[in-house]
């Protein structure tokens, strides 16, 4: 897609046709006319050049400030033009923009994109260089309602320079709102703008205006959008009663032997066929498909590329629902594997089949004991499913989630994504009823809007949490406006994810911490918080750590306050966090659960941490908290710090499904990331 910039005048012309605020100004093409145009206008005025040639216009010394008298216009003519034409020795000066001169303000940017995989989002932040110097700034994918904007606006730190910052007067909000709000719907309607800067925006106590405006266009005739071709449904993945391997081998150093060998265990049929063999691993094998006697739901193919096209075409016509690629070889070598995996996929259209992969590791669902894949490993059966978009990742995770006692209900290798990607594997992991809680890894979205729309329904149900990959640094560095250098891949994917709910995770671990407690735990209610400690320190960096992650720290209720003084030692908080003070053993802890079991509406989330003292029995803490757990609506999340000590508990906890958190941030982090995935208000209805 070609862009061009437009000359700024055209740029305050679309502004002013949507309503956005601009200053007075007049484009002229001589020094005669500047003077007349400020006195049409009135003094002061800034004067700008025109130029294609240049961009940054103050870099080349092509703006002039606060000119108050023809004297000092003629002056400031003469240098502009040197200066510029020195900067740049080819700029054709056209014209030049006087503008009003208006008073100095807080400075806002507003902008827009265009991303590959979710179409264009709005961005606000800090004006002039702030926004880059802080990146202090918020997105959306474009629509979003009033509300959104609002909520953008107050995301950003700057956000405190509109309340009245340091005894300053308040700003006027509503009127950037509006302006933002107006800049949207100005990008989303209009399919000739693909980029633009609004910077600075001027906001004062009372209304706002839009000084600088920098818009990009395409260029020739629009884009045509080709008409989204309706695709056969989703089949269930999940429960194949019969599966054929293509290219299954007797030879141990092939992947057609690995991927066979591992679906011994499948409780259905399994066919393999190999046009050379009679028996691999004592199973007769079938010279082709069409020789198998009865139908086959899934094919596993591990044949080379240039063969898979008719092995499609033969399978869609047996009526095999579903192909899962292993083969490498298509569009991620060039050209030629491009048009195999297109002629592949124009293959499926047509019969009907629907492709994982090509160029993945496979698919493993462990409820069914099926490992359609050439991993050695297979995992324990669980409630998370996972998603991702590298076959290396899975197998890494499944090497080391076995001794943590993570459970799969599928774990699914998305390839190449010629045709299902991350959109249908989410349809099908949202209606298992065996899967609790996804965890995506990703590095490419294709179908980023559907993907938005579809996980936004599942926001505050059955949680989504993903790890993006790559922070795209040469994408901001070839950006040609501030919005492009913000809105890099990395951070337009966090945004999007946040949008719709998806709960962004930093790291592997992290994603799996997020991922088993709320497995365990389900949604919170909402976000009031209480903590339980023998352990005063451990009390107040957790306060802290609250407060960062946005949970509520309450108060005690009169009633639970009184139980507890009567319970608890005379030198116990008397607040919240709650010190049950060293000398706690299980039994006490136990006796302040029962009290939050029968005052269980006040709370939402209960951390129980402890340290290593001689009175506590770990044991026994974690059986009291499984119990507590079991018998109340609300969260807990175990924090039982230590090392040896507290392994047999955490054990404990771990075959309850309740994850343990050794490092208090995490804790804290993670229930934190799961509360702002829904919208909860402050009386712990969940709205989301």
């Known amino acids: 897609m070609e862009k061009?910039?437009?000359?700024?005048?055209?740029?305050?012309?679309?502004?002013?046709?949507?309503?956005?605020?601009?200053?007075?100004?007049?484009?002229?093409?001589?020094?005669?006319?500047?003077?007349?145009?400020?006195?049409?206008?009135?003094?002061?005025?800034?004067?700008k050049v025109v130029s294609p040639q240049v961009i940054h216009k103050s870099d080349a010394g092509g703006v002039a400030l606060n000119?108050?008298?023809?004297?000092?216009?003629?002056?400031?003519?003469?240098?502009?033009?040197?200066?510029?034409?020195?900067?740049?020795?080819?700029?054709?000066?056209?014209?030049?923009?006087?503008?009003?001169?208006?008073?100095?303000g807080t400075e806002f940017l507003i902008g827009g994109r265009i991303d590959p995989s979710?179409?264009?989002?709005?961005?606000?932040?800090?004006?002039?260089?702030?926004?880059?110097?802080?990146?202090?700034?918020?997105?959306?994918?474009?629509?979003?309602?009033?509300?959104?904007?609002?909520?953008?606006?107050?995301?950003?730190?700057?956000?405190?320079?509109?309340?009245?910052?340091?005894?300053?007067?308040?700003?006027?909000?509503?009127?950037?709102?509006?302006?933002?709000?107006?800049?949207?719907?100005?990008?989303?309607?209009?399919?000739?703008?693909?980029?633009f800067d609004i910077n600075p925006v001027i906001l004062y106590e009372n209304g706002s205006y839009a000084v600088d405006a920098r818009i990009y266009v395409r260029t020739g005739e629009p884009e045509i959008v080709p008409v989204r071709q309706e695709l056969p449904p989703v089949p269930d993945i999940?429960?194949?009663?019969?599966?054929?391997?293509?290219?299954?081998?007797?030879?141990?150093?092939?992947?057609?032997?690995?991927?066979?060998?591992?679906?011994?265990n499948f409780k259905g049929k399994l066919y393999p066929v190999n046009p050379q063999a009679e028996d691999i691993l004592g199973?007769?094998?079938?010279?082709?498909?069409?020789?198998?006697?009865?139908?086959?739901?899934?094919?596993?193919?591990?044949?080379?590329?240039?063969?898979?096209?008719?092995?499609?075409?033969?399978a869609g016509s047996r009526g095999v629902k579903v192909a899962?690629?292993?083969?490498?070889?298509?569009?991620?070598?060039?050209?030629?594997?491009?048009?195999?995996?297109?002629?592949?996929?124009?293959?499926?259209?047509?019969?009907?089949?629907?492709?994982?992969?090509?160029?993945?590791?496979?698919?493993?669902?462990?409820?069914?004991?099926?490992?359609?894949?050439?991993?050695?490993?297979?995992?324990?059966?669980?409630?998370?499913?996972?998603?991702?978009?590298?076959?290396?990742?899975?197998?890494?995770?499944?090497?080391?989630s076995i001794s943590r006692r993570i459970g799969f209900s599928s774990v699914i290798s998305v390839g190449n994504q010629s045709d299902m990607g991350f959109v249908e594997y989410l349809q099908v992991l949202d209606q298992d009823p065996t899967t609790y809680a996804i965890i995506l890894y990703v590095e490419e979205i294709r179908d980023g809007r559907d993907f938005l729309k579809y996980?936004?329904?599942?926001?505050?149900?059955?949680?989504?949490?993903?790890?993006?990959?790559?922070?795209?640094?040469?994408?901001?560095?070839?950006?040609?406006?501030?919005?492009?250098?913000?809105?890099?891949?990395?951070?337009?994917?966090?945004?999007?994810?946040?949008?719709?709910?998806?709960?962004?995770?930093?790291?592997?671990?992290?994603?799996?911490?997020?991922?088993?407690?709320?497995?365990?735990?389900?949604?919170?209610?909402?976000?009031?918080t209480i903590i339980l400690t023998n352990a005063g320190g451990f009390g107040v960096l957790a306060s802290d750590y609250a407060e960062k992650y946005g949970l509520e720290m309450i108060n005690l209720p009169d009633a639970v306050y009184d139980e507890l003084n009567k319970l608890l030692p005379d030198l116990w908080s008397h607040k919240n966090p709650v010190d049950l003070l060293g000398d706690s053993n299980a039994s006490r802890f136990a006796r302040v659960f029962d009290i939050l079991i029968k005052y269980q509406n006040f709370w939402d989330i209960a951390f129980v941490i402890t340290a290593p003292v001689a009175l506590m029995d770990p044991k026994n803490l974690a059986h009291e908290m499984i119990r507590l757990s079991r018998f109340t609506r609300s969260m807990v999340v175990g924090c039982l710090l230590?090392?040896?000590?507290?392994?047999?508990?955490?054990?404990?906890?771990?075959?309850?499904?309740?994850?343990?958190?050794?490092?208090?941030?995490?804790?804290?982090r993670a229930v934190g990331s799961i509360i702002s995935s829904c919208v909860v208000d402050g009386n712990g209805d969940e709205e989301g």
């Open 642 to 668: 230590g090392g040896d000590s507290m392994k047999s508990a955490i054990d404990m906890l771990g075959e309850a499904h309740i994850p343990n958190y050794q490092d208090l941030q995490d804790a804290f």
């Open 283 to 314: 199973v007769p094998v079938f010279k082709s498909l069409s020789d198998i006697p009865d139908q086959v739901e899934m094919i596993v193919i591990a044949i080379p590329a240039p063969k898979v096209p008719e092995i499609i075409k033969e």
């Open 324 to 400: 899962v690629i292993l083969t490498a070889g298509f569009r991620e070598t060039g050209e030629e594997g491009k048009k195999i995996e297109n002629e592949l996929l124009k293959i499926a259209r047509e019969t009907g089949i629907r492709i994982i992969g090509p160029n993945c590791l496979g698919i493993i669902i462990p409820p069914l004991e099926l490992n359609a894949t050439f991993d050695v490993q297979s995992p324990l059966s669980g409630q998370i499913g996972f998603i991702s978009q590298s076959g290396a990742i899975i197998t890494t995770v499944l090497d080391w």
């Open 238 to 264: 999940l429960h194949p009663s019969s599966i054929a391997v293509v290219g299954a081998s007797r030879n141990p150093g092939k992947v057609g032997y690995a991927v066979f060998r591992n679906l011994l």
């Open 67 to 104: 000119l108050t008298c023809p004297d000092a216009i003629n002056t400031a003519l003469v240098q502009m033009d040197s200066r510029v034409t020195t900067t740049i020795p080819d700029a054709d000066i056209r014209g030049y923009m006087v503008v009003k001169e208006i008073p100095q």
């Open 118 to 195: 979710f179409g264009k989002i709005i961005t606000v932040g800090m004006g002039g260089i702030l926004v880059e110097l802080l990146h202090d700034f918020s997105m959306r994918v474009l629509p979003v309602s009033l509300d959104e904007y609002r909520e953008m606006i107050r995301e950003m730190s700057g956000y405190k320079l509109i309340t009245g910052f340091r005894g300053r007067k308040p700003l006027d909000e509503d009127a950037l709102v509006t302006l933002l709000q107006k800049a949207g719907t100005m990008f989303f309607e209009d399919e000739h703008i693909v980029e």
């Open 455 to 528: 996980a936004a329904t599942m926001r505050g149900r059955k949680p989504v949490i993903a790890l993006k990959s790559g922070s795209s640094v040469r994408g901001r560095e070839a950006a040609s406006s501030h919005t492009g250098s913000l809105a890099g891949s990395f951070e337009t994917y966090i945004a999007a994810f946040r949008q719709a709910g998806v709960i962004p995770a930093f790291s592997l671990n992290e994603a799996f911490d997020i991922a088993r407690l709320v497995v365990s735990e389900g949604y919170p209610r909402g976000k009031r």
């Open 4 to 47: 061009i910039l437009l000359p700024e005048f055209e740029g305050y012309q679309i502004l002013s046709r949507h309503e956005i605020p601009v200053p007075d100004y007049l484009f002229v093409t001589s020094h005669e006319e500047v003077l007349t145009a400020a006195e049409k206008i009135g003094y002061p005025v800034v004067i």
